[in-house]
T-cell receptor, first 104, second 123 residues
Framework: QMTQSPSSLSASVGDRVTITCRASHDIRNYLAWYQQKPGKAPQLLIYGASTLQSGVPSRFSGSGSGTDFTLTISSLRPEDVATYFC?????????FGQGTKVEI | EVQLVESGGGQVQIGESLRLSCAGSGFDFSGYEMNWVRQAPGKGPEWISYISSRGETTYYADSVKGRFTISRDNAKSSLFLQMNSLRAEDTAVYFCARSYYNSLTDSVEGPFWGQGTPAIVSS
């Protein structure tokens, strides 16, 4: 089980934004973060808890290991308005956080 | 370029069936475990099924166990999901997703998802 917080947030352009995900047991670094915009498929941002997927802007970063993980947007941009969710992927069944809706 | 392209979704009535397909390209399909994930309207993703790289092991979420069957054809780089006895609550976009571990090269990378195919189950 993945517990993600907050469920929503509103921030200003340029703000630093932090989203957290907590696993119910040690998942080492098998944690991914996705961005999803309405009507679109989830886009992978981070995998291995901290590895930036190719093509993803460097303002996105991930940290953590074991049970506690964080996604940080260093300077929020208008195009970052979306829902973000975490994903534990080491074994089946995969589990997902509940999502965080980010607004400006 | 790595691609997963789902097809086979559509609108059906309660109790009917659908067979989803997922075509992989740009990578060695036979080296990866595969999964199906669905996302109901306004909800988060829900994992529903897994299949091992050679197809000998499968797992299902309780919500679909006994109604859905996952399979694969490595020679055709294809993944399938047979969905029977469909219910209104099965309405969702269905994604095929590649796992992180390549058993042929003993390497890891991030999970990779297709763009999804919608299934609508109505009465």
């Amino acid at each position: 089980q993945m517990t993600q917080s907050p469920s929503s947030l509103s921030a200003s352009v340029g703000d630093r934004v932090t989203i957290t995900c907590r696993a119910s047991h040690d998942i080492r670094n098998y944690l991914a973060w996705y961005q999803q915009k309405p009507g679109k498929a989830p886009q992978l941002l981070i995998y291995g808890a901290s590895t930036l997927q190719s093509g993803v802007p460097s303002r996105f970063s991930g940290s953590g290991s074991g049970t506690d993980f964080t996604l940080t947007i260093s300077s929020l941009r208008p195009e970052d308005v979306a829902t973000y969710f975490c994903h534990r992927y080491n074994t089946a069944p995969w589990t997902f956080g509940q999502g965080t809706k980010v607004e400006i | 370029e790595v691609q997963l392209v789902e097809s086979g979704g559509g609108q059906v009535q309660i109790g009917e069936s659908l067979r989803l397909s997922c075509a992989g390209s740009g990578f060695d399909f036979s080296g990866y475990e595969m999964n199906w994930v669905r996302q109901a309207p306004g909800k988060g993703p829900e994992w529903i099924s897994y299949i091992s790289s050679r197809g000998e092991t499968t797992y299902y979420a309780d919500s679909v166990k006994g109604r859905f069957t996952i399979s694969r054809d490595n020679a055709k780089s294809s993944l399938f999901l047979q969905m029977n006895s469909l219910r209104a609550e099965d309405t969702a976009v269905y994604f095929c997703a590649r796992s992180y571990y390549n058993s042929l090269t003993d390497s890891v990378e991030g999970p990779f998802w297709g763009q999804g195919t919608p299934a609508i189950v109505s009465s």
